[in-house]
């Protein structure tokens, strides 16, 4: 039984009623050479069936309708996607206005993704939270996206737009995959009608198993080294014979490590915090955090004061730098006070 | 003994878009401005220990370079040096190495210059207000009303 038939038959009968519905014809999954297409943007409308199959061939396209602005978990497909189809989701999500929580997972690793009509608000791993936390996922080189039925933050964590994140990583936007990060997507249906499953549960890795090609897949390339659904071969099949380059079959495993960012493209959070208008800590993650607390609300308060003995009204933000760190304080849209304890940025203006 | 004019701080104005500047000493007290006039001295007086002050929120262990307050529309850029505070109005979209740049080397220069001035600088002087009636003293006007003679 193949990956495919597998999670056709976790979907249960309801969910591939479903799909069917939706997909007429055979899911398409995106790989490297699917991504030019997939992303391209539609020059015309397209009907009703071939934007559901065109979704469903898409990496998650939630608010593919005019005028939705809100994701629906329930009916995107899981999928899965490399470094760079991630960014390029992201940024479709950015562009549709999206407002939801997606989960990223990649390996042992999973992280939410906060977006408000399509800005990135916050993102929050097991260890970080806010902009590094974004940094964090976005430097993920392989996973998977899905909607996710948590909670929006409250507050605001992000502060960066989702194009300058991509642009401190280093990524190359819209740029298509390179054949080694391609030939590592793990591609695999998860079924989404099945109701919400990563709620407690963020560190579950959906990726799917690896699994042995079969005798008939074995030939092309890509499809010994991507689970596919369905049974529709690839756009463009290796010809037998063809040696494929070697980052294309090397192993996951083998395949060098990412190159490390650089110190000064890495902002590092060492704490954050999140005042209400009366000082009291509503959220605290790190090192000291009733010493920042304490530290934000004291600059907070004279920051006001001397707006206000200056005539220039209550600050919106606050950024007291030292020598080695530096500390950013934002006045929130409820009144409450949100900061965070970073190594120094360099300005960019 | 050096004299501080409020001229030092018309180099600032090489950075496009500064608006204006001020300056206070350790304390918070107003030594020296360079604004419009719709920012009264009073408001920088006001202002001056609380800014002085700001530099207590920075950890312990980190000297602090730099406080940038974010407005709706403008900015204020504080920087420390050692014998007081150089505050800068300038609009967001200002060029921020450059004003760093120039806001060091005016804080060492008037690190310099105060240390080398044992005598309090003078007072910055307020801005002085259009007189309602420029009248001299001690002469009288006389008017008369209903034949009487009045003088004033």
Known sequence: ???????????????????????????????????????????????????????????????SEPGRSTSEPGRSAFVSAHQSSLHTLLQIESLSRTTGVFLVVSGDDSGYLHLVEGELVHAETGRRSGEAAALEILSWRHGSLEPSQRTLAPVRTVHSS????????????????????SSQSQVAQRPSAAGPLD????????????????????????????????SEPPATPRAPGVEAPPDVVTPRSVLPPPLPRSERETPSTLADVVLSAAGEMLQGRGAATEELAARVAYAARLAELIGRAIRSGTPRAVELRGKSTQTLVRWQGDGNLSASLDQPQPSRR | MAVLSSDVLSSLKDIDGVYGSFVVDAAGGLMLRDLPGVIDNAGLREAGPRIARLWGAFPEDDPPDYVLLEFAAHQVFIKKFELGSLCIFVPPSVNRPALRMAANFLGRWLDKQMAAAPEAPPPVSEPVPEPAQPTSPGKKKTYIFRGQRYEV
């Open chain 1, 1 to 63: 039984m193949s990956a495919a038939d597998d999670l056709e038959s976790e979907a249960g009968p309801a969910t591939q009623a479903s799909r069917q519905a939706q997909v007429p014809a055979q899911l398409e999954f995106v790989d490297a050479e699917d991504d030019e297409e997939v992303l391209e943007v539609e020059p015309e409308p397209a009907g009703e069936e071939e934007l559901a199959r065109h979704r469903a061939g898409q990496l998650l396209r939630s608010t």
């Open chain 1, 199 to 230: 709620q407690d549960a963020p560190t579950e890795t959906y990726l799917a198993p690896p699994t042995a090609p079969a005798p008939a897949e074995a030939g092309p390339v890509l499809e010994a080294t991507v689970s596919r659904v369905g």
């Open chain 1, 162 to 181: 989702l194009h300058n994140l991509l642009a401190h990583l280093g990524a190359d936007v819209g740029s298509q995959p390179g054949p080694q990060e």
